[in-house]
C-alpha cells in the first residue's frame, strides 16, 4: 500500500487559493488519488479524485505531474466554511482495496 | 437508504461492559469498511469486508474487538469489556460495486464514550 505523506496544518485567508500537496512516492500503476474532506463531528467525504494530470469540479482542482509520487489538492478562493481537515488516499480501484487514511492536513481558513 | 447509517449515534458506557454498533451500508455496496477515529487524530484503520471473501482484520487493536457482516448488508462492530481508551467515533464507510478509484461514503459515526 501506497504510503501518503502531507503537511499536518496549514493556515490561510478567505479568498486566498490554498494548494495542499500529498507526497507518494511508492505508488503503484493502478493507484488511484483522491482526496476527502472531514468537517468535526462528521464523517469524511469525496473531494476530488485523479490518476494523472489534471482534474478539476465544482470544488476543487487536482494537480497530478507525470511521475504520480505526489499530488497537490487545490481550492480556489477558501471560505471559513473550508476550515477542515484533508485527507490524500492512494489506493487500487479494483478488487481488494484496503483504504488506509494518513494523519490529514488540518487547514484553517482565517477572516 | 440514502447513506451509510449508523447507530447508535451516541453512546455511554461503564468500563467493562460490552457494545455493539451497527452500520447499515448503501445498498448494492459490496466493500465495508469500519474506522476508528480518537478527538483530534487521524482514521484508524480497524477492518474491511469484500464482498463474500474472509475480512481484512488487520487493523483490530486487540482480541476484544470484532466484526461481523452477513452477505452485503449490515455490519456489526462489538467491543467487549470496554475500556476508556476505547472512547472515540467509531466510522463505517461502503464502495460500490466495481467502483472506479476509492470512492467510499461514510456514515456520520457512532460517538462511544467509556466512562
Known amino acids: 500500500l501506497a504510503k501518503t505523506t502531507q503537511p499536518i496544518s496549514m493556515d490561510s485567508y478567505e479568498g486566498q487559493e490554498v494548494n495542499i500537496t500529498c507526497s507518494h512516492n511508492?505508488?503503484?500503476?493502478?493507484?488511484?488519488i483522491t482526496w476527502y474532506q472531514q468537517f468535526p463531528s462528521q464523517g469524511p467525504r469525496f473531494i476530488i479524485q485523479?490518476?494523472?494530470t489534471k482534474v478539476t469540479n465544482e470544488v476543487a482542482s487536482l494537480f497530478i505531474p507525470a511521475d504520480r509520487k505526489s499530488s497537490t489538492l487545490s481550492l480556489p478562493r477558501v471560505s471559513l466554511s473550508d476550515t477542515a481537515v484533508y485527507y490524500c488516499?492512494?489506493?487500487?480501484?479494483?478488487?481488494?482495496?484496503?483504504?488506509?487514511f494518513g494523519a490529514g492536513t488540518r487547514l484553517a481558513v482565517h477572516p | 437508504g440514502a447513506g451509510v447509517s449508523q447507530s447508535p449515534s451516541n453512546k455511554v458506557t461503564e468500563k467493562g461492559k460490552d457494545v455493539e454498533l451497527r452500520c447499515d451500508p448503501i445498498?448494492?455496496?459490496?466493500?465495508l469498511y469500519w474506522y476508528r477515529q480518537r478527538l483530534g487524530q487521524g482514521l484508524e484503520f480497524l477492518i474491511y469486508?469484500?464482498?463474500?471473501?474472509?475480512?481484512?482484520k488487520s487493523g483490530l487493536p486487540s482480541d476484544r474487538f470484532s466484526a461481523e457482516r452477513t452477505g452485503e448488508s449490515v455490519s456489526t462492530l462489538t467491543i467487549q469489556r470496554t475500556q476508556q481508551e476505547d472512547s472515540a467515533v467509531y466510522l463505517c464507510?461502503?464502495?460500490?460495486?466495481?467502483?472506479?478509484?476509492?470512492?467510499?461514503?461514510f456514515g456520520e459515526g457512532s460517538w462511544l464514550t467509556v466512562v
Open positions: 511508492n505508488i503503484a500503476t493502478n493507484d488511484y
Open positions: 488516499l492512494v489506493g487500487f480501484s479494483g478488487g481488494y482495496n484496503k483504504l488506509i
Open positions: 464507510a461502503s464502495r460500490p460495486t466495481g467502483s472506479s478509484g476509492n470512492t467510499i461514503y
Open positions: 485523479g490518476y494523472k
Open positions: 445498498s448494492g455496496h459490496t466493500a
Open positions: 469486508f469484500q464482498g463474500n471473501s474472509a475480512p481484512d
